[in-house]
């Protein structure tokens, strides 16, 4: 190929075939037979130019037509190659197109269908743990015990409704405060949580009085656990608060009653054997008293045995009326005129230094008992307040209609309407190491050979045989009150005693 093909070859490397770029094409059998064409046109061309004069222009354009003619073919065939080098390379191009389209949307599905396999499994988890927290927050916040989280050194963490209904404060405010709420008297939380902090012990359980609403004193059983880190250092302090008030004084009362109802059981089988041996005793003197002239003096010691005989007849019937043994007569009963009666007998009993009060309810509704039964017991309950009020003071004897569920304080009492008898004084009143004894038989609180001891007992023992109850209130220094609560009567004005 001569030096102007080469030279045009290596300046044209790039042909525009049809408005299209093509590749580099100086390797294409067909683009150099059309260079090497057109050179040999233009050198034809040259020689003939060179051999003529100026004046023989068309001739010579004639001759440059027919000397171009030759390049027409292989121009024509470099076009059709071109054609078919770019059809080939267009459909490559469209294959690799949608080649490369299939391998994205497949990307793409397979993108998607991942996206929403792990946000399922996401959502999934994200709603158990929603669900975990909520239950935990449900427990919590609506347990029936007071719970608490308290740090390491026993500062509240987190508290639940009750814990703070039962301490008497806010959330806030007792997170601003520490353990010593409830232990003022502790002085190192650290030293108090040792045993479990340390391992010797799973929990610390205590009873302990604590000061809740509105100052009222009340008792708690507080139990604390601990939560620790991975690491093995302590994260927070679990507390558990009961108020157990109410329980205690349930227990208490179910104690008493059962040894009430324990000591009733002995005392009741001893004084009914007792009063039996009585019986034969006190029939065998009255028919000595028969044969005995009254002046001899054997006569005189038979007199003494009969009394000493009475007596113990006398006590062995306050022991039976304590044991609920002894023979009631009920009747229904118009107490307001039973009281009113007692109250003229009292005054003389009582003394002048002791007034009496009679606030007796209007329109009372007939009680069911044993008249002489429940004069005994108000003239027991006035003789006892008389004892306690050695400088003087006043006793009060009420009644009212009460109907309720249960006497406050007591859980045996069934439903049901009924007449109180109150009797009240203003004396020194009793501690309550001496209030939870009072009802015991034999247990006396005046000096020796100034009572049996079987006064109260009697009018327990009354109350309950009656179908009643009594309830009795006292504090040193602000006396004592005894409320009797005694069955109302279904009766006509004639039945009424």
């Not at 003529?52 to 390049?71: N, Q």
């Not at 080649?99 to 792990?118: M, P």
């Not at 002048?352 to 309810?361: I, N, P």
């Amino acid at each position: 190929m001569c030096e102007r093909a080469s030279t045009i070859l290596a300046a044209r490397r790039t042909v525009i075939v049809d408005g299209h770029p093509g590749e580099t094409l100086g390797g294409e059998p067909a683009f150099v037979r059309t260079i090497e064409s057109l050179d040999r046109a233009i050198t034809e061309a040259d020689r003939i130019m060179a051999g003529l004069p100026s004046s023989t222009l068309p001739v010579v354009a004639r001759e440059v037509r027919k000397a171009i003619e030759i390049a027409d073919e292989p121009i024509r065939d470099f076009r059709l190659a071109v054609r078919a080098h770019y059809a080939d390379l267009n459909d490559l191009v469209s294959e690799r197109q949608t080649l490369y389209l299939t391998l994205i949307t497949a990307l793409i599905l397979v993108g998607g269908l991942c996206l929403v396999f792990f946000w399922g499994i996401y959502s999934r988890q994200h709603g158990r743990l929603r669900h975990s927290e909520e239950t935990f927050r449900n427990t919590f916040d609506r347990a029936g015990v007071g719970i608490g989280h308290l740090s390491p050194d026993g500062r509240f963490l987190r508290v639940n409704a009750t814990l703070c209904g039962l301490l008497g404060h806010d959330a806030a405010a007792l997170c601003e405060r520490d353990f010593r709420v409830l232990l003022p008297e502790m002085a190192d939380f650290r030293a108090f949580i040792e045993p479990i902090a340390s391992g010797k012990s799973a929990v610390i359980n205590l009873e302990h009085a604590y000061r809740g609403q509105q100052g009222v004193t009340a008792l708690a059983v507080l139990t604390l656990s601990l939560v620790r880190k991975r690491s093995g250092e302590i994260d927070y302090v679990i507390l558990i608060m009961e108020d157990v008030t109410e329980r205690r004084l349930t227990e208490a009362q179910l104690q008493q009653a059962q040894k009430m109802e324990a000591v009733g059981q002995l005392t009741g089988g001893v004084a009914h054997d007792f009063n039996n041996l009585l019986g034969v005793i006190v029939g065998n003197l009255d028919m000595l008293d028969t044969m005995i002239e009254r002046k001899d003096e054997a006569h005189l010691h038979l007199q003494r045995a009969l009394t000493a005989a009475e007596r113990g007849a006398s006590l062995t019937g306050r022991l039976l009326a304590f044991s609920r043994r002894q023979t009631l007569l009920p009747r229904p009963t118009d107490v307001n005129r039973l009281i009113t009666d007692i109250g003229v007998l009292l005054r003389p009993v009582l003394g002048d230094r002791v007034e009496l009060k009679l606030d007796l309810a209007a329109g009372l509704r007939p009680a069911l008992i044993d008249a002489s039964q429940l004069e005994s017991a108000i003239v027991n309950l006035a003789i006892n307040a008389r004892d306690a009020m050695e400088a003087g003071g006043t006793l009060s004897i009420g009644t009212h209609a009460h109907d309720h569920g249960g006497a406050p304080g007591s859980r045996d009492l069934p439903d049901g309407e009924y007449v109180t008898v109150t009797v009240a004084d203003s004396g020194a009143g009793m501690p309550p190491e001496i209030l939870d004894r009072v009802f015991e038989p034999f247990f006396m609180t005046k000096d020796v050979g100034k009572g049996s001891g079987l006064g109260l007992s009697m009018v327990y023992g009354f109350a309950k045989q009656s179908g009643g109850h009594v309830q009795i209130e006292s504090m040193p220094g602000q006396g004592t009150t005894v409320t009797l609560y005694l069955p109302v009567a279904v009766a006509t004005r004639a039945e009424v005693a």
